[in-house]
C-alpha cells in the first residue's frame, strides 16, 4: 500500500483503508435487507425512504422478515476481523448499528433485562426495541442510504477490531475471502452450484496442522461439503534457509489435507521477504494458487487491488465449476 510522505514522515492512514474495504462488503447484505424491506411493504421506494416513512407495523414486519429468513442464500454481515455473524446477530447489529452504538455491549444486556423483567423472548425484546429505537430518532438521523450507513459501519468495525488483539494479519486475510465471496454474490445473487457458504470464525485441524482460513462450501445436491483452505505462513526474516524450513511446514501440512480429506481446494498465503522462487514454485505445483506478499508481517495489510481481483476469480471459477 502507497506510502504518503509529508516532510519526510509517512502519514499514511493505512488502517481506513482497511476498514473502508471491509466495510463495501456490507453492501450486499444492505442490498439484501432493501429487498425485504421492500417486499414486506410493497414498494419501490429506497430503503432509507422506507425506512424513514413507514408505520410502525410495517417496520415491524421489515425487521422480523428479515430475522426469520430460512433460506440458506444469504449475504453476510461481519465483525472487524472478518469473523461472520450467524444471521440472527447479523440482523440484530444490523438495524441497531442504523440507530445506536455498541449494541453488543450497551444494548444487549437492557434487552436481557427485558426478557427476566417481561417474562418476553429475546427475538421478540429484539425486534421490539428496534422498532422502538427507529422510531424514535429517525427523524434525527434522517438519511439511510448506503453511503451514509457505509460511515457508520467503518466505525462500527473500529470499534469491534479495536476489541479484538492478535489477529490483523488473519483479519485481513479473512477479508480478502470474505471479499470474494461477496463479489460473487453480490453479481449473481446466489452462490452459484452452493447453496451456502460457512466461514470459520478461527483456525481449524486437519491432521496435525491447523489452517488459519476456511470455509465451508455446500453443494445444492445435497453432496458431501466442499472445503476451501487457506494456509498462511508468515515471518520476519528474510528467506534463504528459513524459507527451506517453513515451505516444507507448508508441504506437510498440504500432504496431510490430502490425506485426510476428499472434497477440497486449497490456496496459500505467505508474508514473508525474499522468499526462495524454487520452494514457492515447490508449494504452487501442490496446491490451485498461491499468493507471495514480498513483505514483512508488520507491513501487510491486506490483499491489494490486483491480488484480490486474483482471489476473486478464484473463488468464481469454485463456484461456477
Request: proline letters at 3%; aromatic letters at 10%; one cysteine or more.
Amino acid at each position: 500500500m502507497n506510502e504518503l510522505i509529508i516532510h519526510k514522515v509517512n502519514i499514511a492512514h493505512y488502517r481506513l483503508v482497511e476498514l473502508t474495504k471491509l466495510a463495501e462488503q456490507a453492501k450486499p447484505f444492505y442490498d439484501w435487507i432493501e429487498k425485504k424491506a421492500k417486499a414486506a411493504t410493497n414498494s419501490h421506494h429506497s430503503l432509507s425512504h422506507i425506512i424513514t416513512k413507514c408505520t410502525k407495523r410495517e417496520l415491524s414486519k421489515i425487521i422480523v422478515a428479515c430475522y426469520q429468513d430460512a433460506t440458506p442464500e444469504k449475504p453476510f454481515l461481519f465483525d472487524g476481523i472478518g469473523r461472520v455473524y450467524k444471521h440472527p446477530k447479523a440482523c440484530f447489529f444490523f438495524f441497531a448499528w442504523l440507530i445506536r452504538d455498541a449494541p453488543q455491549q450497551r444494548l444487549s444486556p437492557l434487552i436481557s433485562r427485558m426478557t427476566k423483567a417481561d417474562n418476553v423472548k429475546r427475538f421478540v425484546a429484539e425486534t421490539d426495541t428496534l422498532v422502538a429505537l427507529i422510531l424514535e430518532y429517525r427523524s434525527i438521523v434522517i438519511n439511510f442510504e448506503w453511503s451514509t450507513v457505509r460511515e457508520v459501519f467503518v466505525d462500527r468495525l473500529e470499534g469491534s477490531r479495536r476489541s479484538i488483539s492478535g489477529h490483523r494479519v488473519e483479519g485481513n486475510i479473512r477479508t480478502g475471502l470474505l471479499t470474494a465471496v461477496q463479489t460473487y454474490f453480490a453479481i449473481h445473487n446466489n452462490y452459484g452450484k452452493f447453496e451456502r457458504v460457512e466461514i470459520a470464525d478461527s483456525q481449524i485441524t486437519v491432521g496435525r496442522h491447523t489452517i488459519d482460513i476456511s470455509a465451508k462450501l455446500y453443494p445444492r445436491d445435497g453432496g458431501e461439503a466442499i472445503n476451501l483452505l487457506i494456509p498462511v505462513k508468515t515471518r520476519e526474516t528474510q528467506g534463504g534457509g528459513h524459507s527451506h524450513l517453513f515451505t516444507r511446514d507448508i508441504t506437510s501440512a498440504i500432504t496431510d489435507i490430502k490425506d485426510e480429506l476428499e472434497n477440497y481446494h486449497i490456496a496459500v498465503v505467505i508474508v514473508a521477504e525474499n522468499w526462495s522462487s524454487a520452494e514457492m514454485k515447490v508449494i504452487d505445483d501442490a496446491i490451485d494458487l498461491i499468493f507471495h506478499f514480498d513483505m514483512s508481517p508488520n507491513q501487510f495489510v491486506g490483499f491489494d487491488d490486483d491480488s484480490q481481483v486474483k482471489f476473486n476469480k478464484y473463488v468464481e471459477d469454485i463456484f461456477d465449476e
